[in-house]
Antibody, heavy 120, light 108 residues
Framework: QVYLVQSGAEVKKPGASVKVSCKAS????????INWVRQATGQGLEWMGW????????GYAQKFQGRVTMAGNTSISTAYMELSNLRSEDTAIYYC?????????????WGQGTLVIVSS | SYELTQSPSVSVSPGQTARITCSGD??????AHWYQQKSGQAPVLVIY???KRPSGVPERFSGSSSGTTATLTISGAQVEDEADYYC???????????FGGGTKLTVL
């Protein structure tokens, strides 16, 4: 069974950074990308970017470029997403999700989500 | 930037067929995937590559795509199918992945 288990909730002040972890189990960590998606309260899903644990390559949505860093530690099958210069609009649940490539590309499964609150 | 358009809400009675649509210019050439998100939970994949159903997803869930519109169909919707449903796809370049705005399905 494939699982992604994320770190716990965080409260940060504006201007600070947050680092969320996502520990994978049940599959070969280096065989799939990890994607990050966020969801503000009452809002829809927003794709942030991907990280390939094998190569270390990343791809970020234009909106987050310059503020987000995605990386992985293959020795402990864990991916990380760090978002810097936080503002109140970054308050959201952040999800990691495994990328699955067939003829298309989709996310399955997802982590349970990590709530990040940005407040002074 | 590329957008996928979904209607905000769909409402059906139990046992009826619910159809949720997703429109995007690149859909004739790119696959659509669908996620179900129940209140307070993480999204779950229900359809991938337009019309494929992952193991464990009930057979009443099906998908199709024609032209610029992808459709998620729930045949004989159940109360437990009440959730937000999101389509997901990419633009022509394959470099920009986007979600539709989501459709709230009410079954009552």
């Amino acid at each position: 069974q494939v699982y992604l288990v994320q770190s716990g909730a965080e409260v940060k002040k504006p201007g600070a950074s947050v680092k969320v972890s996502c520990k994978a189990s049940g599959y070969t960590f280096t065989g799939h990308d990890i994607n990050w998606v966020r969801q503000a309260t009452g809002q829809g899903l927003e794709w942030m970017g991907w990280m390939n644990p094998n190569s270390g390559n990343t791809g970020y949505a234009q909106k987050f470029q310059g503020r987000v860093t995605m990386a992985g530690n293959t020795s402990i099958s864990t991916a990380y997403m760090e978002l810097s210069n936080l503002r109140s609009e970054d308050t959201a649940i952040y999800y990691c999700a495994r990328g699955v490539r067939g003829r298309g590309y989709w996310f399955d499964p997802w982590g349970q989500g990590t709530l990040v609150i940005v407040s002074s | 930037s590329y957008e996928l358009t979904q209607s905000p809400s769909v409402s059906v009675s139990p046992g009826q067929t619910a159809r949720i649509t997703c429109s995007g210019d690149a859909l004739p050439k790119k696959y659509a995937h669908w996620y179900q998100q129940k209140s307070g939970q993480a999204p779950v994949l229900v359809i991938y590559e337009d019309d494929k159903r992952p193991s464990g997803v009930p057979e009443r869930f099906s998908g199709s795509s024609s032209g610029t519109t992808a459709t998620l169909t729930i045949s004989g919707a159940q109360v437990e199918d009440e959730a937000d449903y999101y389509c997901y796809s990419t633009d022509y370049s394959g470099n920009h992945w986007v979600f539709g705005g989501g459709t709230k399905l009410t079954v009552l």
